[in-house]
C-alpha cells in the first residue's frame, strides 16, 4: 500500500538547517494532504507544518517565520525546509500523508534531528 519514507535529518548546529523530505509511493500524491510532525522523547507528537493538496500551508507557531513546506506533485514528494533550527527543535521528525476526502492517514517511519552545539 502506501508507503512514506523520509530522508535528510541528522545533527546540525544551532542556527543551522536542514531540509527533509519525505517521497510518498503506493498512491497518488497529487490528492493527499501532507504533514510533518515531531515527536521528542516524553512528549507528544506535535503538528510542525502541513500542506493541502491544493497547497495551503500551515505553520506551529513554534516554526513560523523559520520553516516552510513544499511539495512537488511530479516527485511525488513533501519537503520541509528548516532554517534558524535550536536546541529544542530536536525530535523524530514524522512525514503524515492524509488522502483527501477518506482521511486515511500513514506515516513515515519518522527520521531523527538533533540540533546541538
Known amino acids: 500500500q502506501v508507503q512514506l519514507v523520509e530522508s535528510g535529518g541528522g545533527l546540525v548546529q544551532p542556527g543551522g538547517s536542514l531540509r527533509l523530505s519525505c517521497v510518498v509511493s503506493?498512491?497518488?500524491?497529487?490528492?493527499?494532504?501532507m504533514g510533518w510532525y515531531r515527536q521528542a522523547p516524553g512528549k507528544q507528537r506535535e503538528l510542525v507544518a502541513s500542506?493541502?493538496?491544493?497547497?495551503?500551508?500551515n505553520y506551529a507557531d513554534s516554526v513560523k517565520g523559520r520553516h516552510t513546506i513544499s511539495r512537488d506533485n511530479a516527485k511525488n514528494t513533501a519537503y520541509l525546509q528548516m532554517n534558524s533550527l535550536k536546541p529544542e527543535d530536536t525530535a523524530v521528525y514524522y512525514c503524515?500523508?492524509?488522502?483527501?476526502?477518506?482521511?486515511?492517514?500513514?506515516w513515515g517511519k519518522g527520521i531523527l534531528v538533533t540540533v546541538s552545539s
Open positions: 503506493g498512491s497518488i500524491f497529487s490528492i493527499y494532504d
Open positions: 500542506i493541502t493538496s491544493g497547497g495551503i500551508t
Open positions: 503524515n500523508g492524509r488522502k483527501a476526502f477518506v482521511g486515511t492517514t500513514y
